[in-house]
């Protein structure tokens, strides 16, 4: 088995490289700490690429959707730190093979390696489980919302996004207040803290 571990923490790579290889030393395992490593690798075909959330350098919905369209029978699991119900939910959307918490035990991630290895479809374990479940009460964002989301985290005016989207500046006012309200946010800052913790 041919294996890609993409992470932007060195000790990370080390240690579940580590584990991996002494627990399976017949499987071949690369690494990439960031994008231009990770395109390299890429460029040639992986039986498993294991992804974590969040890097600097790397839009891990856009690696999914790449990684789908490149190599379609590669599998792709998340190991990751993250916990929010609306990331995992949107993981789940991306169609990943599977999630594995970093606060789980290796013992969990080495069975879901080795249930992926042997054709399985791993088994979710129970939290995720319950956060996804949990991730179904939040609200839904349309694709422009989501637009207008992304361009206030980037600290564009009112003004700078209505010319980016060719839209006027009271569609984005309305946009705005729409957003205040489904996330229950009481300004600006508070609306991207919480879109975040949803997933969006």
Same mark, same amino acid.
């Given at each position: 088995?041919?294996?890609?571990? !993409?992470?932007?923490?060195?000790?990370? &790579?080390?240690? @579940?490289? #580590?584990?991996?290889?002494?627990?399976?030393?017949?499987?071949?395992?690369? +690494?990439?700490?960031?994008? +231009?490593?990770?395109?390299?690798?890429? #460029?040639?075909?992986?039986?498993?690429? &294991?992804?974590? !959330?969040?890097?600097?350098?790397?839009?891990?919905?856009? +690696?999914?959707?790449?990684?789908?369209?490149?190599?379609?029978? $590669?599998?792709?699991?998340?190991?990751?730190?993250?916990?929010?119900?609306?990331?995992? /939910? /949107?993981?789940?959307?991306?169609?990943?093979?599977? &999630?594995?918490?970093?606060?789980?035990?290796?013992?969990?991630?080495?069975? +879901?390696?080795?249930?992926?290895?042997?054709?399985?479809?791993?088994?979710? *374990?129970?939290?995720?489980?319950?956060? @996804?479940?949990?991730?179904?009460?939040?609200?839904?964002? $349309?694709? $422009?919302?989501?637009? !207008?989301? *992304?361009? &206030?985290?980037?600290?564009?005016?009112?003004?700078?996004?209505?010319?980016?989207?060719? @839209?006027?500046? *009271?569609?984005?006012?309305?946009? #705005? /207040?729409?957003?205040?309200?489904?996330?229950?946010?009481?300004?600006?800052?508070?609306? !991207?803290?919480?879109? $975040? #913790?949803?997933?969006?």
């Amino acid at each position: 088995m041919k294996i890609l571990i !993409v992470d932007d923490h060195e000790i990370v &790579i080390f240690g @579940v490289k #580590r584990y991996i290889q002494e627990s399976y030393p017949d499987y071949v395992v690369h +690494t990439a700490k960031n994008l +231009t490593e990770m395109k390299s690798e890429l #460029r040639e075909e992986h039986d498993l690429v &294991i992804l974590d !959330v969040g890097y600097e350098d790397i839009d891990v919905f856009e +690696t999914i959707e790449s990684i789908h369209n490149l190599w379609p029978d $590669t599998k792709i699991l998340i190991y990751t730190m993250h916990e929010e119900a609306g990331i995992l /939910r /949107r993981l789940v959307e991306a169609s990943v093979d599977a &999630i594995v918490l970093k606060s789980s035990s290796m013992d969990i991630f080495l069975k +879901t390696l080795q249930a992926i290895a042997s054709g399985e479809e791993p088994e979710m *374990n129970d939290k995720v489980k319950d956060l @996804v479940k949990k991730s179904l009460k939040l609200p839904h964002l $349309t694709a $422009t919302e989501r637009n !207008v989301l *992304n361009l &206030i985290r980037s600290g564009l005016s009112s003004c700078e996004m209505a010319s980016r989207l060719n @839209v006027s500046e *009271n569609t984005i006012e309305i946009h #705005r /207040r729409h957003l205040l309200s489904k996330l229950n946010a009481r300004n600006v800052a508070d609306l !991207v803290v919480k879109a $975040t #913790r949803a997933g969006w």
